[in-house]
């Protein structure tokens, strides 16, 4: 069928979607007694229905045994978060050694950092891209002061040029040519909170590791949401939030990548007693011994409370997969960006998308400037049901999620969004 911005396209792509069924698996919020239209999986991620007897099951084992349940849970705390390793090493591409659950997205971007970037007089710069999400960019900013680095010498921002939203690759591989003698650490998002844009994790850790450095990844943004493979990448460290495309839950346990060529390496750490030798640990002796691979990075002992959440959604991954996942992915988003398109020929090229048109470069989200229009375009579109997000000055976000949208919820968003810009316009 040819793609057109019609109900009867929409209802033709979900009767042939092979994942259509999985929606009923998430709790929708309700609107005027239908499933809003959610398109802010991109920030908090929905809540599969088998979260709760997760949780429970876990509640009633410590009212059952207390401080046993370390042990006699029937997942037994103590060496919960393994039951993460696998499926999260599925979600990012990597061996089992290579990940870890564990703490929240910042801490892990500090403490990864203080492994991986150690300054010295002569290589103490960090590249970053140009407004990255503020938590990366004060971490960044924290980290060369403690060190007593000056940021506006220690880290060179990569912007988009003059007049444009993305940030270009080869500005990326020539800024770390160009710095190639003082540079310790490339440290950027894999995926641009704001513009939705795809970076090229391999091509940039490969200039990296030329020039020197390491190279890490904030993957807020990526996890669960494009198909990555850390290992092949030979990527250094890497982290993420599981609240967002993970859909473990408002503040959800993070995650945390190291490569396997840095398992047995003795890198410095700040260490903890969850990072330390697991056959020693509760001999409570003095002299740390990591875990070999990222295990050797935790700090404390599992929450497990916000693990179990964690697990019942990683299932959910497993179930599906990341190549059907992405595949579904690209069909959704170019949908939504067909619908953008025809409503803004219709409409003077009023809503411009600002994420990459090339499906390389993209995950679900598109990022769109809605010209002339205000927040209150935002705020007419949450007033009918529809949840997208807004980020200053004036782009609205928008992650169709394959987990859980529909095609349907696309073009009934296309006819809602039309609606509301004509509401918004007439006033
Ligand atoms: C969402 C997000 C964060 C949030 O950090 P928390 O420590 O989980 O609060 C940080 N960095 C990026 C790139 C994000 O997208």
């Known amino acids: 069928m040819h793609p057109t911005n019609s ?76 039951n993460l390793t696998d499926g999260l090493a599925r979600v990012v591409g990597a061996l089992p050694i290579e990940v870890v659950a564990m703490n929240q997205l910042t801490s892990n971007v500090h403490f990864l950092m203080a492994s991986f970037y150690r300054p010295d007089k002569k290589r103490y710069k960090i590249i970053t891209e140009f407004k990255a999400f503020p938590s990366d960019q004060y971490a960044v900013q924290t980290q060369v002061e403690w060190h007593g680095y000056q940021y506006e010498d220690a880290v060179i921002e990569i912007a988009p040029r003059t007049g444009e939203y993305l940030i270009h690759t080869e500005d990326i591989l020539s800024a770390i040519e160009q710095h190639k003698d003082e540079l310790a650490l490339v440290f950027i998002g894999g995926v641009n909170y704001y513009t939705g844009q795809v970076f090229d994790m391999s091509t940039i850790t490969k200039a990296a590791h030329c020039a020197g450095a390491y190279a890490g990844f904030d993957l807020a943004h990526a996890a669960g949401n494009i198909k990555m493979s850390l290992h092949d990448w030979q990527v250094d460290f890497a982290c993420w939030c599981s609240y967002k495309y993970l859909n473990s839950g408002p503040g959800s346990v993070a995650g945390a990548f190291v490569h396997e060529r840095h398992a047995h390496s003795n890198l410095p750490r700040l260490a903890g007693w969850w990072g330390h030798d697991k056959t020693q640990r509760f001999k409570m002796e003095k002299g740390f011994v990591p875990v070999p691979g990222a ?57 411009e998308i600002i994420t990459p048109r090339d499906k390389r470069w993209r995950g679900c989200q598109l990022s769109i400037v809605a010209k002339g229009f205000g927040k209150n375009l935002f705020e007419t579109l949450i007033h009918n049901g529809v949840v997208p997000d807004w980020r200053e000055p004036n782009v609205i976000r928008l992650a169709p999620v394959p987990m859980y949208n529909s095609f349907m919820d696309i073009w009934k968003f296309g006819q809602r969004l039309e609606e509301c810009m004509q509401q918004v316009s007439s006033k």
């Not at 996942?325 to 219709?346: G, P, Y």
């Open 7 to 82: 109900s009867d396209y929409a209802k033709y792509c979900d009767e042939h979607d092979a994942l259509s069924s999985i929606r009923s698996r998430y709790h929708f919020p309700q609107f005027n007694g239908e499933d809003v239209l959610y398109f802010t999986g991109n920030s908090l991620g929905l809540q599969p229905k088998s979260t709760r007897a997760h949780i429970e099951q876990e509640l009633n084992d410590w009212a059952m045994f207390g401080v046993e349940g370390h042990f006699r849970a029937k997942h037994p705390w103590y060496s919960y978060h393994e």
């Open 295 to 351: 295990e050797g990075w935790q700090l404390s002992n599992a929450p497990v409370l916000s693990m179990a959440a964690h697990k019942a959604a990683l299932d959910l991954f497993d179930e599906v997969g990341m190549d059907a996942l992405s595949k579904k992915s690209e069909a959704l988003t170019a949908f939504l960006e067909l619908v953008i398109d025809d409503i803004s020929a219709r409409n003077n090229g009023v809503l």
